[in-house]
């Protein structure tokens, strides 16, 4: 096994044991990007020469025994939509193609903080709006199982990166899957956690905690461990409580997750939460999953909590978050901003105070139900998407088995029911769907319990080893070193 494969977890272990060194593991990293970067466009800028320095550094800090972070000489990647100092920070936008960054965000200065090393940026799609990847500034990012097909979004280049093995970890952000999804198409781990667990600082709608960062990695372990290392006292997110200067989120219990027992947890399993759009693949697909293994459980009972007016509460209280800078970016520059965010602001335009009141009682309302459908179930299980992976010249899916869609956003309805709720989402990959592409298994936990929605999930994942068809997929690296470099493919830039 390459180094660049291994997980986080592990390649920490051997390297404070003296058994790999931090040096190792970057070039190792740096390799796999070289080779496969080309084929697939996820990693869209990087610093390999700052990032050699960082290992170096790391491996010093080893041979002396310093103290060392936990994320210690652990390659990093991080999404678009944060600073990084002295790379860009394009948000996807072509307005922004030479802003670079002067810092580094709270986020990242944290993670670097506990010792990740930075390897660079990753591909999203304007603003985060999308669940494709692609671009007017870098393109599209392809999926690493079938570079014809989309790796989702919006966090989509990190999916990619983690998938190819270019780093053990990366940043994502997820507001209605935008993290879960192309963790899904992936066949990776992302993790959307309870608002507050980790600090959104720069969220502009600070008490409406729709998007949040998140950790993605190839193992549960792994995304555990990253998020250890997310959570701080922050004030400027009013969603993150501090009691005497401390987070009431401990990072520790996250290191070395708990076992959970899977013969006593009561779980619910639903196709569409009794709304979404989902195509018959995935419905199948996930049926048949669960029969290998839905035995293990107390009980298993096919159910939801009340999902009413999902749809359109999700879609209002979004069109917010587009109304103020991205209606001023449209306004100043109508030629530099994509259908997906000129669609928004638009839509955001037909709605009145009273349409965002019934938005917010509804998604009240829905909170509520979930939380006394959780007095009587632990987790509930779900396909993450509705549809599996499909070509990624499709800029989103317009219908779903000849059904049309209402918005770009709309096939994201598995994910954003969780979203509203505010409960802690994890997609862990379980095999291929039917279409032999990867299958994200949406696992969702009470309101608040992190740690045991991600001890469940590590659980699961242990069963699922060697298990062929639940197991996580692994790519194909000759497939990917010998494909035609992606930007060669009519189509690569730009937004239709």
Request: proline residues 7%.
């Amino acid at each position: 096994m390459n180094a660049c494969d291994l997980s986080a977890v592990e390649a920490r272990r051997l390297m404070t044991s003296k058994k790999l060194s931090a040096v190792e593991l970057t070039e190792s990293c740096i390799a796999r990007v070289e080779a496969v970067n080309p084929a697939v466009n996820a990693l869209v800028a990087q610093d390999f020469d700052a990032m050699r320095r960082g290992a170096q550094k790391a491996q010093r800090a080893i041979d002396q025994g310093e103290k060392l972070g936990v994320l210690h000489g652990l390659p990093l990647c991080v999404k678009d939509m944060v600073d990084v100092t002295g790379l860009p920070t394009t948000f996807g936008s072509q307005i922004y193609t030479d802003n670079i960054a002067n810092s580094d965000d709270a986020m990242v200065a944290q993670l670097r903080q506990e010792g990740a090393v930075v390897m660079g940026k990753t591909n999203n799609p304007e603003w985060s709006a999308g669940g494709n990847t692609r671009n007017a500034v870098y393109g599209v990012t392809a999926n690493p199982f079938d570079v014809t097909r989309s790796a989702a979004g919006s966090s989509g280049g990190s999916a990619v990166a983690l998938a190819c093995g270019m780093v053990p970890l990366a940043t994502g952000s997820d507001t209605g899957g935008s993290l879960r999804s192309p963790a899904a198409f992936c066949g990776v781990v992302g993790f959307r956690p309870t608002p507050g667990v980790v600090p959104g600082h720069s969220r502009p709608l600070g008490w409406l905690p729709m998007s949040l960062n998140g950790p993605m990695a190839r193992t549960v372990d792994d995304a555990a461990l990253m998020l250890s290392s997310m959570i701080r006292p922050d004030r400027r997110d009013p969603w993150t409580p501090i009691v005497e200067g401390q987070p009431t989120y401990a990072p520790e219990p996250f290191r070395h997750l708990p076992r959970h027992d899977l013969c006593s947890a009561r779980v619910a399993c639903t196709p569409d939460f009794g709304f979404a759009m989902t195509e018959k693949l995935i419905a199948d697909s996930f049926n048949d999953k669960l029969k290998h293994f839905g035995h293990v459980f107390g009980t298993l009972n096919e159910t939801h909590p009340d999902c009413l007016n999902s749809d359109d509460t999700f879609a209002i209280i979004r069109a917010l978050g587009f109304s103020g800078h991205h209606r001023d970016l449209l306004q100043q520059h109508p030629d530099k901003v994509g259908p997906n965010v000129r669609d928004n602001v638009r839509e955001a335009e037909n709605y009145s105070a009273l349409d965002v009141v019934r938005a917010l009682t509804n998604q009240t309302k829905m909170y509520r139900h979930w939380q006394q459908f959780f007095e009587h179930h632990d987790f509930i299980l779900a396909p993450t998407t509705t549809i599996s992976p499909r070509d990624w010249h499709e800029l989103y899916p317009t219908e779903i088995d000849g059904e049309p869609t209402q918005s770009y956003y709309h096939w994201l309805s598995m994910a954003y029911a969780s979203t509203l709720a505010g409960h802690p989402s994890v997609t862990l990959p379980t095999g291929r769907d039917h279409n032999g592409l990867p299958f994200g298994l949406q696992i969702i936990g009470r309101r608040g319990s992190d740690l045991q929605t991600l001890a469940f999930a590590r659980e699961l994942e242990t069963l699922f080893i060697g298990v062929e068809a639940l197991e996580r997929p692994k790519i194909d690296l000759n497939y990917l070193t010998h494909a035609t470099p992606i930007r060669k493919a009519e189509g690569f830039m730009g937004f239709a």
